[in-house]
């Protein structure tokens, strides 16, 4: 069986500070006084959620959703399922989607494909990370950082929910003694 290994550290906690508080702060300017409804995509997306959120200076309400993409494998299964819905209707209300990671889009544009259909006055995302020339700029407002294509754990980012608390984002490596498997 193959096992993995926390490798490089690609962003910092000083790192991860710094650019929420700027997007919080841009956030904060575009929204104005409008009730924002943030939408935190779960499990991934909670750490960046909270400190992003604490930082607005807007008036905002929490809501999640959790959907089912990578099970516990690093690639894509191709297969996204609903796995707890909202708790408030999105008729009408400004509603800003809080994503983890963007890597394919594939479980973002089926997240936005839903939620569109719901009649929202407007929908926006703010991802932490997305790996770049994937094709996902138009769905994504904000972005933390790019990231080159390598798998990610730490600040919410898991492998079959492992490592999600480190304080940091780093590089998962292969362990040397599955080198050449
Ligand atoms: P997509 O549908 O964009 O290919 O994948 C999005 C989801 O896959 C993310 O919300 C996240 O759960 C997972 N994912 C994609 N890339 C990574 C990664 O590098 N590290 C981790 N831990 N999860 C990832």
């Not at 069986?1 to 993995?4: A, D, K, L």
């Not at 990671?101 to 973002?108: A, E, K, R």
């Not at 991802?127 to 997305?130: D, E, F, R, T």
């Not at 294509?149 to 919410?156: I, K, M, S, T």
């Given at each position: 069986?193959?096992?993995?290994r926390?490798?490089?550290?690609?962003?910092?906690?000083?790192?991860?500070?710094?650019?929420?508080?700027?997007?919080?702060?841009?956030?904060?300017?575009?929204?104005?006084?409008?009730?924002?409804?943030?939408?935190?995509?779960?499990?991934?997306?909670?750490?960046?959620?909270?400190?992003?959120?604490?930082?607005?200076?807007?008036?905002?309400?929490?809501?999640?959703?959790a959907?089912?993409?990578?099970?516990?494998?690093?690639?894509?299964?191709?297969?996204?399922?609903?796995?707890?819905?909202?708790?408030?209707?999105?008729?009408?209300?400004?509603?800003?989607?809080?994503?983890d990671?963007?890597?394919?889009?594939?479980?973002?544009s089926?997240?936005?494909?839903?939620?569109?259909?719901?009649?929202?006055?407007?929908?926006?995302?703010c991802?932490?990370?997305?790996k770049?020339?994937?094709?996902?700029?138009?769905?994504?407002r904000?972005?933390?950082?790019?990231?080159p294509?390598?798998?990610?754990?730490?600040?919410?980012l898991?492998?079959?929910?492992?490592?999600?608390?480190?304080?940091?984002?780093?590089?998962?490596?292969?362990?040397?003694?599955?080198?050449?498997?």
């Open positions: 069986m193959t096992s993995y926390v490798g490089e550290t690609l962003i910092t906690g000083e790192d991860l500070r710094e650019r929420v508080s700027e997007l919080a702060a841009e956030i904060s300017r575009e929204y104005g006084d409008s009730n924002v409804l943030v939408l935190g995509v779960l499990k991934g997306a909670i750490y960046f959620m909270a400190d992003l959120t604490r930082e607005l200076d807007i008036p905002f309400e929490l809501d999640f959703m959907v089912s993409s990578y099970g516990s494998s690093t690639t894509s299964s191709g297969v996204v399922r609903i796995l707890k819905d909202l708790d408030t209707p999105i008729a009408g209300r400004r509603v800003l989607v809080i994503e990671i963007v890597d394919s889009g594939l479980t973002l089926y997240l936005l494909k839903n939620l569109a259909s719901r009649g929202p006055e407007s929908l926006e995302v991802a932490l990370l997305a770049p020339g994937r094709g996902h700029d138009q769905l994504v904000y972005v933390g950082f790019e990231i294509d390598v798998f990610v754990v730490g600040y919410g898991d492998l079959a929910e492992a490592w999600r608390g480190l304080p940091y984002i780093a590089r998962l490596e292969k362990t040397p003694s599955d080198d050449g498997l």
